[in-house]
């Protein structure tokens, strides 16, 4: 172990002295993007001009309408409907570029973005989120809970069936992908995503040859597979509305209460103007919790950012549950567990939303394998699980006795993202509403934060290694844990009454002062006033652990929080105008196929000699 000595002293010497650099930088950047619009105008959005023109001629879009306003409307400019996305009051459309501006001129318009790609948030069982003991202690499993997987399809996987196994729990399937209609998953990614958060481990049981079974975290619930994600993991904003809305209706049918997305995309504009924002907060206001994968972009610097303000959309929202990954380096306790290498850090690019909101194990975690999958294709052979020994059965015929071996062969497979850390969070939401039904979205999100483990070393980095070998190092600040580390067992026994919304803070940084502070507006969703800092029960020092702050108190003085080694994050995160502007995809960082994730061997370092490392848990996890 290493102890990573900062000189702080020299750190706030070099940033008075950047300063007046920074600030004359961040003038200019603001001034820029006072005028960043589109040419077609301030309600199109900034990347129009820059979206793949179809061949046709058209640019494919969401429409967004003001309220009242007919569908309709908008076929008089467009060559082709795509969808009606009537939750956030807004067509999906084909329109030709010599058309654009004269639908933009109408006053019915209120924006016009591209119908955006998304992907799946995935990279390299959930143990340390005390699941299992949750599940034992309060008696629930999921059972009569629905969980919406917005992704690319669900396999009917023996573990998703019933525990007699005579039907499938996964009750409704529905393809939105164009010109595929198939429900099954050709990418793999939905069906490893469903088994985190349902499968009950009957293909990994007694008998089976696997030296350890394999159990989501709500074992009996059922899966509402809506597919958006073709073959090549690739979709739209307007398919992944489209699920979204379909989730909603069928809201009472099928008891859904559960939303998990497991993918997103670059951030464009504010949430206040993104129609997949404007899709996950429709969900939520119907009392569906939603949670959201923070991304997969924290090895990025092409900004010199370290992976600060890289959360993706829809995450970005204030008011979902937006979860970052930890590493649990293949052990079941928590304590030595770090920060992914890959996990997305905030605050949100353009609103300067605080996210993300906790942290779940997303570093190589075993979950279903859908056969003939692109993922099981391209996965390196280290990732596919298959059993350790063989099963033998003998059958006796006429008093002769024959033995054979057999095995159920590979089922599961490892896969690391915040897409993995998601399902683990949406399945505890579905066990806290299975014990209270009548909890609502907020009351969820506001338990899980308040409750999450802080036990993490104060002012403490830690180094994650890819398979490549290269290092990355994390600190443990708000931007990069949120909350702390989810804990589904604390979070089911907080009884605190939570009267007001859930929606993360912004933050505002003070140029002048070189420092920051939280500010807690209203809910977005709700409109009234959240319930951070509303009293000594929920003040923010509980909620964000060692980050003591209010709406007025600063969030981490003059700097000293930080304490990158050689850098100050106040610079990386303010003074590199990275949240002014746009980052480009990260594509040269981001996980492929086959990266199996960061290596198991990353160690927590206190960079603060006074720090007192966390206490250890000996409670057994699931």
């Not at 690019?349 to 605080?354: K, S």
């Not at 059958?395 to 159920?408: E, H, I, R």
């Amino acid at each position: 172990m290493k102890t990573q000595n900062t000189n702080q002293g020299a750190v706030t010497r070099a940033w008075r002295g950047y300063l007046p650099i920074l600030l004359m930088l961040l003038t200019l950047v603001s001034t820029a993007l006072a005028g960043n619009g589109s040419k077609h105008g301030p309600k199109a959005a900034p990347d129009i001009d820059n979206f793949p023109v179809n061949s046709d001629g058209t640019v494919s879009v969401i429409v967004q309408l003001s309220p009242g306003t007919p569908p309709g409307q908008v076929k008089n400019f467009a060559k082709k409907i795509n969808q009606n996305l009537t939750t956030i009051s807004a067509v999906a459309a084909n329109v030709p570029l010599d058309a654009l501006d004269k639908l933009l001129a109408h006053g019915w318009v209120t924006y016009v973005s591209p119908d955006r790609p998304n992907k799946p948030m995935w990279d390299d069982a959930p143990p340390p989120v005390n699941a299992g003991v949750a599940r034992q202690n309060y008696g629930v499993d999921g059972t009569g809970i629905g969980i919406a997987v917005i992704d690319s399809g669900v396999y009917a996987h023996d573990d998703l069936k019933t525990a007699d196994m005579s039907s499938s729990r996964i009750v409704y399937s529905e393809s939105f992908v164009v010109g595929d209609s198939s429900t099954n998953d050709a990418y793999g990614h939905g069906t490893h995503v469903a088994g985190i958060l349902a499968g009950n481990g009957h293909d990994s049981g007694a008998g089976s040859g696997y030296a350890n079974q394999y159990l989501g975290i709500a074992p009996n619930a059922n899966i509402i597979n809506l597919r958006v994600l073709d073959a090549n993991g690739s979709g739209s904003d307007s398919t992944v509305i489209a699920g979204i809305n379909r989730a909603i209706q069928l809201k009472s049918q099928y008891n859904i209460r559960v939303l998990n997305l497991s993918l997103g995309r670059k951030v464009y504009e504010s949430y206040t103007l993104d129609p997949l924002c404007q899709a996950v907060e429709s969900a939520w206001k119907a009392g569906i919790v939603v949670v959201v994968a923070a991304g997969n972009m924290g090895r990025d610097n092409s900004w010199g950012e370290q992976g600060y303000a890289t959360i993706e959309a829809p995450g970005n929202d204030p008011n979902v549950i937006t979860v970052g990954a930890m590493s649990p380096n293949g052990t079941w306790t928590r304590t030595d567990d770090i920060v992914a290498s890959y996990s997305s850090k905030g605050p949100t690019l353009l609103d300067h939303i605080l996210k993300p909101d906790i942290m779940a194990p997303g570093n190589k975690i075993t979950s279903l394998l859908s056969p003939g999958s692109t993922l099981s294709a391209v996965a390196p052979g280290s990732a596919i699980i298959t059993p350790k020994t063989l099963n033998t059965i003998c059958d006796v015929v006429l008093g002769v006795t024959t033995c054979g071996s057999t095995s159920v062969g590979a089922q599961y497979l490892q896969l690391s993202g915040s897409s993995m850390a998601t399902p683990v969070v949406a399945a505890g939401a579905a066990l806290m509403v299975q014990a209270n039904p009548n909890a609502t979205p907020d009351a969820v999100k506001a338990h899980m934060m308040k409750t999450a483990w802080k036990g993490y070393p104060a002012h403490g980095n830690s180094h994650a290694h890819d398979i490549k070998g290269n290092d990355y190092m994390a600190q443990y600040d708000a931007f990069t844990i949120g909350s702390g580390y989810l804990d589904i067992q604390a979070a089911m026994g907080d009884n605190t009454p939570i009267n007001g919304g859930a929606a993360s803070p912004t933050v505002v940084f003070n140029p002048a002062t070189q420092t920051a502070k939280l500010v807690n507006g209203l809910s977005v969703v709700w409109g009234q006033t959240v319930v951070w800092g509303q009293s000594s029960v929920f003040a923010n020092s509980v909620v964000w652990g060692q980050f003591t702050v209010d709406a007025t108190s600063l969030v981490w003085g003059n700097s000293v929080v930080w304490g990158q080694t050689g850098l100050d994050a106040c610079t990386l995160v303010w003074g590199q105008s990275v949240v002014w502007g746009q980052l480009d995809d990260g594509s040269l960082n981001a996980l492929s196929a086959t990266d199996p994730g960061d290596v198991d061997d990353g160690t927590v370092v206190a960079t603060d000699p006074t720090a007192t490392a966390p206490v250890a848990t000996t409670t057994p996890i699931l």
